[in-house]
Nanobody, 124 residues
Framework: QVQLVESGGGLVQAGDSLRLSCAAS????????MGWFRQAPGKGHEFVAA????????SYGDSVKGRFTCSRDNARNTVYLQLNSLKPEDTAVYYC?????????????????WGQGTQVTVSS
């Protein structure tokens, strides 16, 4: 199983940008499809983005499409989430997750390994 550690969260103003990182260890990173989810207080996990093993294919949630970009560096065992044009409704704990699924999946239950999360807070 892969171990995941997120970083890069923080407190920003609306319109600002952040880049989240998720470092993986313990297994062959390139074998995993990687996903990002977020959870706001009192809500369930919301799909944010996912990226294929090679990094050539991505999928985004409707609420972040056009503002967030997911990428990965298999040589560094790291997946990234670039957050641009942040809005107060983007405030949440952001988690990265890994799955052996054959293709990109958008449901949290499809992911086997999860990081501890990083808080993103956007003030208006």
């Amino acid at each position: 199983q892969v171990q995941l550690v997120e970083s890069g969260g923080g407190l920003v103003q609306a319109g600002d940008s952040l880049r989240l990182s998720c470092a993986a260890s313990g297994s062959t990173f390139s074998r995993y499809i990687m996903g990002w989810f977020r959870q706001a207080p009192g809500k369930g996990h919301e799909f944010v983005a996912a990226i294929s093993r090679s990094g050539t294919s991505t999928s985004y949630g409707d609420s972040v499409k056009g503002r967030f970009t997911c990428s990965r560096d298999n040589a560094r065992n790291t997946v990234y989430l670039q957050l641009n044009s942040l809005k107060p409704e983007d405030t949440a704990v952001y988690y990265c997750a890994a799955t052996f699924s054959a293709w990109i999946v958008r449901t949290s239950t499809s992911y086997d390994s999860w990081g501890q999360g990083t808080q993103v807070t956007v003030s208006s």
